[in-house]
């Protein structure tokens, strides 16, 4: 199943889970599994709420909810670019569960590479030594999609847009995961998305803001206000009206690391 099938979002809502494996490199429990419902099965990824790991800066307990959150943002705002995600029960108590995408392995969007091997038209992020101390290259590609991609990090601000977040499908579509870490009503954005900076934003993401911005003083506000604060509403609406006053993509503030680590 696609994310932009039509009866994704009632699958992973209904569907019973059958938990396969866990991925172990994530830092709070994420569980892989299948989801089926009335004949129709796919895989799907379940984060319960109590596996989360308690976070100085973020509320415990929050993660689950601010998953969903960032996807009702992207879905209201028609960004479309994290798959269908909801708060609901499972196996091990309530959690997020969230369609699992299939990956390109071979057409990545986001490398470390020596500068003279950086394709045609890739964005430079940052400078630096690999572990050997010749020169490398943290980049990513000029891809349309992950320009809306940065225009929706900024505004829910996303503390940890790492190169692995970032999905390449088959079908050549992207998708952004791992949202556990958004909306904070403080600014935290890291992200390894920066190489349009200062550039103007695209019409589509132009488009898009201006309806998170009307969205949200409509139901679109309500749905997010069963996982927000009334402060963290407040600073998303901030943010989204400054971003579009600017009308251009932003600079790291300086206040915040500007890039995750590990940046994968």
Not at 5 to 29: C, F, H, K, Y
Request: glycine fraction near 10%; charged fraction near 20%; aromatic fraction near 6%.
């Amino acid at each position: 199943m696609l994310p932009t099938d039509p009866g994704a979002l009632d699958l992973i809502e209904q569907g019973r889970i059958e938990i396969t494996g866990r991925l172990v490199d994530a830092s709070n429990a994420t569980l892989f599994g299948t989801i089926s419902h009335e004949g129709v099965q796919a895989h799907c990824v379940y984060k319960p709420v109590n596996g989360e790991r308690p976070l100085w800066d973020f509320p415990d307990g929050t993660l689950a909810g601010r998953e969903v959150a960032t996807y009702l943002v992207s879905r209201g705002a028609g960004f479309d670019l994290v798959p269908p995600t909801v708060l609901r029960p499972g196996p091990f108590g309530p959690g997020m569960v969230q369609l699992w995408v299939d990956v390109d392995e071979d057409a990545g969007l986001i490398d470390v590479l020596a500068p003279a091997d950086l394709p045609e038209g890739w964005r430079a992020v940052l400078h630096a030594q690999d572990r050997y101390g010749d020169p490398a290259v943290l980049a990513h590609a000029d891809h349309p999609r992950m320009r809306l991609m940065a225009a929706m990090d900024v505004v829910v601000n996303n503390a940890d847009r790492k190169g692995g977040h970032v999905l390449h499908t088959e079908r050549g579509e992207v998708y952004g995961v791992d949202h556990g870490i958004c909306l904070h009503a403080e600014t935290k954005l890291r992200s390894v998305l920066w190489g349009w900076l200062g550039e103007e934003l695209p019409p589509e993401a132009v488009e898009a803001l201006h309806k998170l911005r009307a969205g949200l003083d409509g139901e679109l506000g309500e749905q997010l206000a069963e996982h927000l604060t009334i402060r963290e509403l407040g600073a998303l609406a901030t943010r989204t009206d400054l971003l579009l006053a600017a009308g251009v993509f932003p600079e790291p503030s300086g206040d915040w690391p500007a890039i995750p680590w590990p940046a994968f």
